[in-house]
Nanobody
């Protein structure tokens, strides 16, 4: 059974870069037709898809965040990473990684999430 575990700093200062890692166990990032995604939920708001990286390495981004976001992977470590540049307090959220076995994505497997606060 796949397990996803997010990790990273819980506090980031405004204008800095938010960097998170999702470690995957029980599955491979290169399994055909699987997609690995980052999603966030801000206080009082719904879930927001940030972007995904496919089994092939192709990346897809939410247009509203694409200019500030990079999703990458390290297949040797079975990890995906998220970078969000030039963060503001509006980027404060709980960040999740999730797996979808189809596209458009339907997130059937989730990590527990990690809280990130943007504050000076």
């Amino acid at each position: 059974q796949v397990q996803l575990q997010e990790s990273g700093p819980g506090l980031v200062k405004p204008s800095q870069t938010l960097s998170l890692t999702c470690t995957v166990s029980g599955d491979s990032l290169t399994t055909n037709y699987y997609y690995w995604s980052w999603i966030r939920q801000s206080p009082g708001k719904g879930l927001e898809w940030i972007g995904s990286i496919a089994y092939s390495g192709t990346t897809y981004y939410n247009p509203s965040l694409a200019s500030r976001t990079i999703i990458s992977r390290d297949t040797s470590k079975n990890q995906i990473t998220l970078q969000v540049n030039s963060v503001t307090p509006e980027d404060t959220a709980k960040y999740y990684c999730a797996r979808s076995i189809k596209w458009p994505p339907e997130f059937a497997s989730w990590g527990q999430g990690t809280q990130v606060t943007v504050s000076s």
